[in-house]
């Protein structure tokens, strides 16, 4: 082997890194026994997936980092370069001379949203970034976007056959992508990076050349919802990474990586997990508390202690890590136990009634007759909102935002309410809970089935338009007549899906709601009294 070629082998190997790298470790903590410590420094290189990975400092802690490199900062990939890489670009040289934000100018927050391929990362992450006013970054589309105007190019032509096959694209490509994009966003009040980092070299790398993450979302879902999610968006879009084959190789990786990825970022206290295999706006609910209480804790508007204890540390922001490495090959669920699992149990020592009806269809009088004849607690869902409402926290001003759009609220806020209504009145005299309004769609339903259990019994009170709207109209401050109409309206929209949904499984009891309140009454007592 002559000198070029010795040059040439060390140069693509990263040995003179992984050498610097090494003495910096030595010089720095001064072992007893420096060959179990090399050997322990090398096992690390193995892990992190070889010499490229490891910078000056990988072997140095935190408290040690006033160290300067061996090199006086010079870039690895500099150090005995050969001239004619032409796998290398200028651009990513020069990017790593440069400090990502200004130093002198306060650094925008960043969120990193992980996990696997189809757990729903990218409709999180905007999720994310129009809540709070944030930019968003998608790691995949600067890749993909940097492949299709680029795809002349030798380097970005391997790349695209790499993520094609569902490989990782390369580390310092993908890092530099990133610093480039961020360089473009002197001025922000945050970023969020959807997709990055895929495993714990991407993690170093990111905190090495830009800087620490400030929270670290991680969407965690079973695989075969990831699989299923993965195979309709390949209908869908057509993606080049959503092949079969690209798909298994994903996946594989992605369960590869994940539990030391998330551990060392519980190492950190930086990640939040949560449970995405649900609707989306139950998951951006949780993450959207998430967010608030740990970026924005003084505001207003970011939830308190105990509301961010109920919907996230104790249930949908639940730790994950520990249990990975024991999941079958057929279930990544980093999950933990589910937030509604104690609630559950108890609630099956209770009947649950949910009580349906339009506006004026007597719904409110029905159940404080049955709150007299049977011990029952009422819970209203109008009552809960309005109460909320009342309130200066974070989910009073998810449901404004909804009530004004004119949308549902969402069903995990719903829930939410819900689940704590009923809490408070377990262990007492109560024998059962009528919920009235509830559900206002079949989502809301399903997602209460879900996660607490199916209802014993629900009692759908039916009425007509005309019927409705005298009652309503004969109420004291009520609404204009143009307003009635469209509340009623919107409730038979809905109330379609949800009595077929119910009569499918033989839980819905219909009750002509036109008679007088007493009739009507023993009506439903017939009702209830069959589940006794």
């Known amino acids: 082997m002559n000198a070029n070629e010795a040059k040439d082998y060390l140069t693509r190997r990263e040995i003179p890194q992984l050498f610097e ?20 420094c090398l096992q690390k290189v193995k892990e992190l997936g070889g010499p490229e990975k490891v910078k000056w400092d990988t072997f140095v802690g935190q408290e040690k980092r006033t160290l300067p490199p061996l090199n006086g900062g010079q870039s690895r990939r500099s150090f005995l370069r050969n001239e004619s890489d ?32 189809g757990s729903g990362k990218g409709t999180q992450s905007l999720k994310i970034a129009e809540r709070f006013g944030f930019e968003y970054i998608s790691v995949g589309e600067l890749l993909r976007k940097r492949i299709h105007n680029t795809s002349s190019n030798r380097k970005w032509s391997l790349i695209a056959k790499i993520i094609t096959t569902g490989e990782l694209a390369p580390q310092e490509t993908t890092i530099t992508e990133i610093k480039q994009k961020l360089m473009q966003m002197p001025d922000e009040a945050g970023i969020v990076i959807d997709g990055f980092p895929r495993d714990v070299a991407q993690a170093l790398s990111f905190e090495d050349q830009i800087c620490p993450p400030d929270l670290v979302v991680f969407l965690a879902c079973t695989s075969q919802r990831l699989k299923e999610r993965l195979l309709k968006r390949a209908e869908q879009q057509g993606r080049p990474d959503d092949n079969v084959k690209a798909t298994q190789r994903r996946l594989a990786n992605f369960k590869q990586n994940a539990s030391p990825l998330i551990k060392y970022f519980q190492e950190k206290g930086l990640i939040m997990t949560f449970d995405a295999d649900r609707d989306e706006d139950e998951v951006f609910y949780d993450i959207s508390l998430a967010v608030s209480s740990k970026l924005f804790p003084p505001t207003e508007a970011a939830a308190g202690p105990s509301e961010f204890d109920l919907c996230v540390d104790t249930g949908d922001g639940i730790d994950a890590g520990s249990d990975l490495e024991d999941q079958g090959d057929d279930e990544i669920n980093i999950l933990g136990e589910d937030t509604m699992q104690d609630l559950a149990e108890d609630l099956r020592k209770y009947k649950v009634i949910f009580v349906i009806g339009g506006p004026g269809s007597g719904k409110g009088t029905q159940c404080e007759k049955l709150v007299q004849k049977y011990g029952f607690t009422h819970i209203s869902i109008a009552e809960l909102l309005k109460d909320e409402l009342a309130l200066a ?4 001003l998810l449901i404004r935002e909804a009530l004004e759009r004119g949308d549902p609220v969402p069903a995990g806020i719903v829930l939410e309410l819900l689940k704590e209504a009923m809490a408070a009145h377990l262990g007492g005299d109560t024998k059962g809970f009528l919920i009235e309004g509830y559900p206002q769609e079949v989502k809301q339903g399903e997602v209460f089935e879900r996660r607490i259990g199916e209802p014993h019994l629900v009692i ?22 143009d307003t009635i109409t469209k509340r009623i309206q919107t409730y038979y929209q809905a109330s379609v899906a949800m009595t077929a949904h119910y009569e499918k499984n033989a839980q819905l009891y219909k009750i002509n709601a036109e008679g007088s309140p007493e009739e009507v009454f023993l009506h439903i007592c017939t009702a209830v009294d069959s589940i006794f």
């Not at 790593?96 to 130093?103: A, G, I, L, S, T």
């Not at 926290?393 to 009073?396: L, P, T, Y």
């Open 460 to 481: 759908c009170m039916e009425c007509s338009a005309d019927t409705m709207t005298k009652r309503l109209l004969q109420r004291k401050g009520d609404d204009h007549p």
């Open 21 to 40: 790298s090494l003495l910096n470790g030595l010089m720095c903590y001064k072992p007893d026994d420096p060959i179990e410590y090399l050997e322990s």
């Open 86 to 117: 032409t796998d290398l670009s200028e651009t990513a040289e020069l990017i790593e001379e440069y400090e990502v934000f200004d130093p002198t100018r306060p650094r925008p927050k960043i969120i990193l949203v992980i996990g696997g391929p």
């Open 393 to 396: 926290s974070e989910r009073s």
